[in-house]
Nanobody, 122 residues
Framework: QVQLVESGGGLVQAGGSLRLSCTVSGGLASSYVMGWFRQAPGKEREFVARVSRRGLSTDYADSVKGRFTISRDNAKFTVYLQMNSLKPEDTAVYYC???????????????WGQGTQVTVSS
């Protein structure tokens, strides 16, 4: 059974940076497309970024393009989300997900982590 565990969330001031990590266990990390999603209170879970199996292709939501960077280290079974120039509207629970298809839709991801809280103060 594939399990995903996120870490690295926390409280940061606007303009600051955080790096989220997602460790994959129970499966070969390179078998999956990996994505990051987020969900703010009272809102739908939304796509943030995704990375292809070998890390050669990435895609981002318009709201984070130029500020966030997704990467992966398959040897370490870990996916990262570097978040710079954070804004209060980035406040949400951030989820890591693994799937077989490169997609911005939550339904295409079979495995999910428990989430890590990111709070950006103004």
């Amino acid at each position: 059974q594939v399990q995903l565990v996120e870490s690295g969330g926390g409280l940061v001031q606007a303009g600051g940076s955080l790096r989220l990590s997602c460790t994959v266990s129970g499966g070969l990390a390179s078998s999956y497309v990996m994505g990051w999603f987020r969900q703010a209170p009272g809102k739908e879970r939304e796509f943030v970024a995704r990375v292809s199996r070998r890390g050669l292709s990435t895609d981002y939501a318009d709201s984070v393009k130029g500020r966030f960077t997704i990467s992966r280290d398959n040897a370490k079974f870990t996916v990262y989300l570097q978040m710079n120039s954070l804004k209060p509207e980035d406040t949400a629970v951030y989820y890591c997900a693994a799937g077989s298809a490169s997609s911005p839709y939550t339904t295409q991801y079979a495995y999910w982590g428990q989430g890590t809280q990111v709070t950006v103060s103004s």
